[in-house]
């Protein structure tokens, strides 16, 4: 049987309790009698998937092995397994750019550029969590109509979900329109595609680049690049049949 270091598999808080009564020992762990369905596990494993994309996350953006460690409380060698193992993640330098979502999405790897872009360029940790609570599926970058989407941040407009003082907006959106034409490779725009509650047709929430999306309207820009993601399998067959002529 293959010896596993408690410290690369616990989470710290449990981790510490069994230190107090088998510190230094090895101990064998029975498998559970009844194998259990999908989804109905401790939590374990998921928190070791998201842990690791999290800290692949990081490491992308720059953030170096010895704080990793530090962060995470394993060694340094084990944070270097996570982020250099092909299994774990490919070795691709991450860009807040379209191109870089793209070579990123063609190595199997759009989830964890997501992740990278809110941990940095996005600024936007809060919805890096959120999309983690549950597997999502992740399409894209697609290149799309912009008039399927809609915005939910802006000035006080009826209907927004966020609200912003109508001054920022406006100098966020001027900002955009100067650097779309000089920076021809800004990142995807990321949009969820969900069906309301009481409906049967899907709808998309633009989560990230809404100054973006204001401001390739203005500009009389009608495409761009999104990455889709979807939660319910119902969701996803929904947005297959409606808009899979634009996956590629």
Known sequence: MKYENARDLLPEP???QVQKYISGKLVYVPARERKRAWGAASGYREYLRERNREIRARFAVGDPIEQLADKYHLSCESIKRIVYCRKETMKMEYQGTLSSAQEWARQGGLEDWVHAY?????????????LKIVDRIFLGPIAMPLDLFHRCTGPVEEGLKYQIHPEVWERGVRQMMEAIPQ?????????HYLIPEGKTLGEFELNDGNHRWEAYKRLGIREAHVIVWITDREEYEQFMQRYGEYVK
């Open 14 to 16: 449990l981790l510490r």
């Open 118 to 130: 809110l941990l940095s360029d996005g600024h936007n940790k809060p919805f890096s969590d959120g």
């Open 183 to 191: 920076q021809p490779d800004l990142p995807p725009l990321i949009a």
